[in-house]
């Protein structure tokens, strides 16, 4: 089975710097996908960024950016310019391409932005 | 994309009683899910439910605790059983992913406190 791993439950960061939360995760499959959700105190889940497993190049969405490190089974995400909006819940997540479509989630890691 | 309504969005209920969550999807969807996410923690999956059959569980949860219904491709309950105060969790509702896009979506979850 797949397990996700997040060691840092809580970061903080001072505005509009950098912050980049770790996660990693074990797996025997070749193909699969990950994610990045936040969950902001209103409980929705919010995708920030995705990555294919078979694409080499790091998937990025304007401040948000990863490492993806397919051998070393490590994707962390990047965060620039932090906002004071991106204070939440950041939860790494597994998902097989398999077509089974569930999402293995790690524990998760509270983000807090210092103004 | 898909926008998922979930109902009620937060409920107190006391224990030995049972609630049932709804959940309803804007366009048909194979595939729906529920996670548990207890007080602090991250998102547990609870079950599989697909539509004309029986849902599937994940270990440690149990048809008699959560009996789920999918009567059609849009709407899915996901009912809490004689519920107990650790039952208190936030239960949300979720739809795989289907063609090519790979993103989950998620409803805005269920708030239950059981006293």
């Known amino acids: ?115 | 994309s898909a926008v998922i309504s979930q109902k009620p969005s937060r409920d107190i209920c006391q224990r030995g009683t049972s609630l049932t969550i709804q959940c309803q999807v804007d366009s048909q969807v194979t595939m729906m899910f529920w996670y548990r996410q207890q007080p602090g923690q991250s998102l547990t999956l609870i079950a599989t439910a697909n539509q004309g059959s029986e849902a599937t569980y994940e270990s440690g949860f149990v048809i008699d605790k959560f009996p789920i219904s999918r009567p059609n491709l849009t709407f899915s309950t996901l009912t809490v059983s004689n519920m107990s105060p650790e039952d208190s969790s936030i239960y949300l509702c979720s739809v795989g992913a289907w063609g090519s896009n790979t993103e989950a979506f998620f409803g805005q979850g269920t708030r239950l406190t059981v006293v």
């Open chain 1, 1 to 115: 089975a797949q397990t996700v791993t997040q060691s840092q439950p809580e970061m903080s960061v001072q505005e509009a710097e950098t912050v980049t939360l770790s996660c990693t995760y074990d797996t025997s499959e070749s193909d699969y996908y990950l994610f990045w959700y936040k969950q902001p105190p209103s409980r929705q889940m919010i995708l920030v960024i995705r990555q294919e497993a078979y694409k080499q190049q790091n998937a990025t969405e304007n401040r948000f950016s990863v490492n993806f490190q397919k051998a070393a089974k490590s994707f962390s995400l990047k965060i620039s310019d932090s906002q004071l909006g991106d204070a939440a819940m950041y939860f790494c997540a597994y998902r097989s391409a398999d077509g089974a479509q569930k999402l293995v989630f790690g524990q998760g890691t509270r983000l807090t932005i210092n103004p």
